[in-house]
Each structure stands twice: as structure tokens, then as C-alpha cells.
């Protein structure tokens, strides 16, 4: 019904940037939130950062300013801008988006993932 479709990992040095995008296709009557979350090899995954419909920003402590989180309502799509990369932002980043039905009952979707590497 709803597909997630991330973009824009890869490899970089630590202090590169990364912009990764993630676009919402599907039957949507409205998206109310939508998430960034992050798995590092080995560890749970753990919420990045996330945008409300109404704008509202939210990111984890570890981001440290560095992140920033921002959505496109029209194209249903949602960015994280990743600056200063440190090898513990290894991980596979995870989009997720919660919808609201007509009816007002939500739902919560996942994208596969997108890989981010930070080595020299």
C-alpha cells in the first residue's frame, strides 16, 4: 500500500557530508510524521531524527548539530543532511513515515535501508 524508497548512502572519510532522501509512494491520504533511524553493525536500531507534519524537528543527542532533517510535503519525501561524519555513524539508515487514514487511525511504515560508511 505505502513503499519507502531510500537514497543517497555510500562511503565517505569521517568529516565528509552525506544527504540521504527517502521518497513515500503509494495510497497516502497524510503523512503526520517521518523518522530517520539508524542500525550500526552489531547494535539495535536507535531514532535519528524526525520532522512533524506541523514542522516540529526532534534529533538524538548524538547528532550534536551536525544533522539536519527536513521534508517536502507536496513530493512526500523527507532528507536528512549529514555534515562532520564520524565512524560511529557507520550504520544503515532506516526511513519510517506514520500515516493518518481518513478515519484518523495511524499506521507506520519502513524503508529497507540505505547503507552509510564512514572509514579512511
Known amino acids: 500500500q505505502v513503499q519507502l524508497a531510500e537514497s543517497g548512502g555510500g562511503v565517505v572519510q569521517p568529516g565528509g557530508s552525506l544527504r540521504l532522501s527517502c521518497a513515500a509512494s503509494?495510497?497516502?491520504?497524510?503523512?503526520?510524521?517521518m523518522h530517520w533511524y539508524r542500525q550500526p553493525p552489531g547494535k539495535e536500531r536507535e531514532l535519528v531524527a524526525f520532522?512533524?507534519?506541523?514542522?516540529?524537528?526532534y534529533y538524538s543527542d548524538f547528532v550534536e548539530g551536525r544533522f539536519t532533517i527536513s521534508r517536502d510535503s507536496a513530493m512526500n519525501t523527507v532528507d536528512l543532511q549529514m555534515n562532520s561524519l564520524k565512524p560511529e555513524d557507520t550504520a544503515v539508515y532506516f526511513c519510517?513515515?506514520?500515516?493518518?487514514?481518513?478515519?484518523?487511525?495511524?499506521?507506520?511504515?519502513w524503508g529497507r535501508g540505505t547503507q552509510v560508511t564512514v572509514s579512511t
Open positions: 519510517r513515515i506514520t500515516t493518518r487514514s481518513q478515519r484518523g487511525i495511524t499506521e507506520g511504515y
Open positions: 520532522i512533524r507534519d506541523d514542522g516540529v524537528t
Open positions: 503509494g495510497t497516502i491520504f497524510s503523512i503526520n510524521v
